[in-house]
């Protein structure tokens, strides 16, 4: 895109803008990453940042320790490699009131959330030390609340929203969602609740997911104007088939729902695949890749009347295995699952769902509950044991044999694994090819498989991401990939970041948006594009 373009000279500290939203699901994490993407487009070092994120959708980073996916994504929309910095804490939901708290990428204690909340002289910190490190070393840092800013019962505990804007006074974008109605009362209702010093801060209002006609909202404009009396600086229309990586299960309930009729593609062939949402799903993006191929219809289910007879069941990722275990017995997916081999139907399990897959799982440390070994559905002929160590790392395997699909042998496929235990088995599929630690050696195996091949898992997320390996596997299945001038998905994913930046610059009024962050000291010497 056009524009003006700056670049800075060994700034001592960056500039910062915040992006705060009237609710959850307001849009804050994609316009952070439409930011990020916008401000890398001009020359500057950008970095993403959230101190705290709720999520079981995580990323990790080159050197070990995760973050919440949506941070990672949004520092490949600055063109940046995604650090620890970027998310230093991460709370990862394991029930209806606790979470384990991730911190500088390293798991600590589960807690619950009144537990919790006490910590906050511990991890303020943490978190401001974090976002010094990434202000030191970059032009602009782009930080993304949480919620809503005006949560008053959580105002003095909060580490996410106006207390991180006050510390580094940042100028603060506020988002409304007109998509779910009610867009005046977000806005000037969030304004109206914050305190005089913290609405001082908020320098711009964004319109998020218009639909139809942009006009139409001209009045609401100078409405939200005249009584917010801080400038709308654009109205965003909806954006269709992007296809990023979502930050939580909450998206789930936007998909097309198992009932839609398939469409039919020119030979009429079409892959029924069926993810079972089980109640903590963890990195569901893993699928993301599938469903952006032609020929493969992509479904979540939760019960046996969802599933029907799908081609392809994945068990995918969970951040409290047992739990979710215990789920699909109490809902008949269980036994279901069990008997769907009879069909010929392929079954894949992926972490926590490769684990259920097994015959059992030990449990000696009481990680997960009170249980000491809980059955799988003995699927395949594993068994899983859980220990202290968490597992998040990077990794490179190569595939030693044909069992789960042809052609494959001796390729690499690359990916990252975050669980607790390791699992034991004869039938091991994969072989690491690297060390990512002085205490690893390269070499371990991973994975297992039976019936042919027609039932295997693995530790590996990302896996369907590895274009040769998710076209060998189609192919297996009996369908033709995509075609062969069709993106790959990371090409996909740098088009749709694209995307969403050429939509956020077309409708917000980036200039003046530029003269906010600058504006206490503007840039040097402009440079234009050719």
């Known amino acids: 895109m056009g524009g003006r373009s700056f670049r800075l000279t060994d700034p001592p500290q960056a500039k910062v803008l915040m992006v705060v939203g009237t609710s959850s699901s307001a849009g804050k994490s994609l316009?952070?990453?439409?930011?990020?993407?916008?401000?890398?487009?001009?020359?500057?070092?950008?970095?993403?940042?959230?101190?705290?994120?709720?999520?079981?959708?995580?990323?990790?980073?080159?050197?070990?320790?995760?973050?919440?996916?949506?941070?990672?994504?949004?520092?490949?929309?600055?063109?940046?490699?995604?650090?620890?910095?970027?998310?230093?804490?991460?709370?990862?939901?394991?029930?209806?009131?606790?979470?384990?708290?991730?911190?500088?990428?390293?798991?600590?204690?589960?807690r619950e959330a009144t537990d919790y909340f006490q910590r906050r002289e511990q991890l303020w910190p943490i978190?401001?030390?974090?976002?010094?490190?990434?202000?030191?070393?970059?032009?602009?840092?782009?930080?993304?609340?949480?919620?809503?800013?005006?949560?008053?019962?959580?105002?003095?505990?909060?580490?996410?929203?106006?207390?991180?804007?006050?510390?580094?006074q940042a100028p603060v974008l506020l988002v409304g969602d007109i998509e779910r109605g009610g867009v005046f009362a977000q806005l000037l209702g969030t304004l109206w609740l914050l305190s005089p010093e913290d609405r001082a801060l908020v320098r711009g209002l964004i319109v998020n997911k218009f639909r139809g006609d942009l006009s139409l909202f001209d009045s609401g404009v100078e409405i939200l104007e005249q009584r917010g009396k801080v400038p709308v600086l654009g109205v965003l229309p909806w954006i269709g088939s992007l296809h990023l990586p979502e930050e939580d299960a909450v998206a789930l309930d936007c998909l097309a729902q198992p009932s839609d009729p398939p469409t039919e593609t020119d030979d009429g062939r079409r892959v029924d695949v069926a993810v079972i949402r089980l109640p903590h799903i963890a990195n569901f993006d893993d699928f993301d890749p599938l469903e952006t191929e032609p020929n493969v219809r992509l479904r979540y289910v939760r019960s046996c009347s969802e599933l029907g007879d799908p081609d392809v069941v994945i068990l995918p990722g969970t951040k409290n295995t047992f739990g979710?275990?215990?789920?699909?017995?109490?809902?008949?997916?269980?036994?279901?699952?069990?008997?769907l081999p009879e069909k010929e139907t392929h079954i894949i399990g992926i972490c926590g769902g490769y684990q259920m897959l097994g015959r059992q799982i030990n449990?000696?440390?009481?990680?997960?509950?009170?249980?000491?070994?809980?059955?799988?559905?003995?699927?395949?002929?594993?068994?899983?044991?859980?220990?202290?160590?968490?597992?998040?790392?990077?990794?490179?395997?190569?595939?030693?044999?044909?069992?789960?699909?042809?052609?494959?042998?001796?390729?690499?496929?690359?990916?990252?694994?975050?669980?607790?235990?390791?699992?034991?088995?004869?039938?091991?599929?994969?072989?690491?090819?690297?060390?990512?630690?002085?205490?690893?050696?390269?070499?371990?195996?991973?994975?297992?498989?039976?019936?042919?091949?027609?039932?295997?898992?693995?530790?590996?997320?990302?896996?369907?991401?590895?274009?040769?390996?998710?076209s060998a596997l189609l192919r297996k299945l009996g369908i033709s990939p995509g075609p062969a001038q069709a993106l790959s998905s990371h090409d996909q994913l740098q088009h749709s970041l694209d995307r969403l930046a050429n939509a956020f610059e077309a409708h917000v009024d980036f200039d003046r948006l530029m003269d906010i962050v600058f504006e206490s000291s503007p840039p040097q010497e402009p440079q234009h594009d050719g």
Not at 127 to 136: C, E, P, Q, Y
Request: hydrophobic fraction near 40%.
């Open 31 to 110: 316009l952070t990453a439409a930011i990020c993407r916008c401000f890398a487009r001009r020359g500057l070092r950008v970095a993403p940042f959230k101190s705290q994120n709720m999520s079981n959708n995580a990323a990790v980073c080159s050197g070990g320790g995760e973050i919440g996916r949506s941070q990672a994504l949004q520092a490949i929309a600055a063109g940046v490699a995604p650090s620890l910095d970027m998310n230093p804490v991460l709370l990862k939901p394991e029930g209806q009131t606790r979470s384990q708290v991730v911190v500088n990428g390293q798991p600590t204690q589960t």
């Open 127 to 168: 978190v401001t030390s974090a976002l010094d490190r990434l202000r030191a070393n970059n032009d602009v840092v782009v930080i993304e609340g949480a919620g809503s800013p005006v949560e008053l019962n959580l105002a003095g505990v909060e580490l996410v929203n106006m207390s991180v804007a006050r510390y580094c």
């Open 324 to 339: 979710d275990l215990k789920w699909l017995r109490d809902v008949g997916l269980a036994d279901r699952v069990k008997q």
């Open 363 to 470: 449990n000696p440390q009481g990680l997960e509950g009170g249980a000491h070994r809980v059955e799988g559905l003995g699927l395949l002929d594993a068994e899983t044991t859980f220990g202290a160590a968490k597992q998040t790392r990077q990794v490179r395997f190569e595939v030693l044999d044909e069992s789960v699909v042809q052609g494959m042998q001796g390729q690499t496929v690359v990916g990252y694994e975050i669980h607790h235990g390791q699992t034991a088995t004869q039938s091991a599929w994969l072989k690491k090819t690297d060390a990512q630690e002085p205490s690893e050696a390269a070499g371990v195996v991973d994975g297992a498989s039976a019936a042919g091949g027609r039932i295997w898992g693995c530790y590996l997320h990302g896996l369907f991401h590895n274009d040769p390996w998710r």
